[in-house]
């Protein structure tokens, strides 16, 4: 078995202070292999927000560890978190968090830029990213042109241009109907047949099961289940 691509390990938080103050999370033991799609599932208020930002490096735990690509953040500066996020986690948001005045393509490549990489450079990996998510014919258009499906694809085309070993996606399809939500979902699901690639996806969204490898269930700040798919074990079988 390889090592997972993130791994955090008797993970707990503790938000508020005096009267309000709570455990959201309480020992959580979490670990992403590469090649699968996850889905973290759970009501409002279970903690699965709080474990995404604490997984992908926006938050400290009040305890426990978290490893990325078997790199620890335990006492880790802002700017090698900083860092740690850049090379190897790629987020995708509900809102998409577009710039409108910049195309498709510049919306991508800015995930390059700020690497550092030539205007040239970063200007093909950005189209690839772009064919890659079937939206070579929209790489001028800019999101105001664009369906809630396209700019999410966007928004997948640039947290996978830096090729990062972790996707991870806060509710990437609530704000879209049933057919872009599809879409944006064999989008990812095609990423993480990538087997160097873990995609977790926080969702309340029951229509996208049918996408995932494997299901965690979170509540009360606790897993509470982790069960392996009908889809992972048809995948186990053809490999």
Do not use: W
Not at 234 to 239: E, Q, R, T, V
């Amino acid at each position: 078995m390889t090592a997972p691509v993130l791994e955090a390990t008797n993970i707990g938080m503790v938000l508020g202070i005096g009267a309000v103050r709570f455990k959201a999370l309480d020992a959580v033991n979490l670990a992403l292999g590469g090649g699968e799609l996850t889905l973290l599932m759970g009501p409002s208020g279970s903690g699965k927000t709080t474990l995404l930002s604490i997984l992908g490096c926006m938050l400290t735990p009040s305890s426990g560890t978290v490893r990325v690509h078997g790199n620890s953040t335990a006492g880790k500066k802002p700017e090698e978190l900083a860092k740690l996020r850049r090379d190897q986690i790629g987020f995708v948001f509900q809102s998409y968090h577009l710039f409108p005045t910049l195309t498709a393509v510049d919306n991508v490549r800015i995930a390059v830029d700020i690497r550092g990489d030539s205007s040239e450079q970063s200007t093909k990996m950005a189209t690839a990213m772009l064919a890659v998510v079937g939206l070579s014919n929209k790489a001028e258009a800019f999101p105001r042109e664009l369906s809630g499906g396209e700019q999410q694809r966007v928004a997948i085309a640039r947290a996978i241009v830096s090729d990062p070993s972790v996707i991870l996606a806060d509710e990437p399809t609530a704000a879209l109907d049933a057919e872009n939500g599809h879409a944006v979902m064999s989008v990812l699901a095609q990423i993480a047949r990538n087997p160097a690639r873990g995609v977790l996806v926080v969702t309340h969204d029951p229509r996208i099961v049918e996408f995932a490898d494997r299901i965690i269930s979170i509540e009360d700040g606790r897993i509470i289940g982790d069960r392996r798919t009908v889809r992972s074990k048809i995948i186990a079988l053809k490999a």
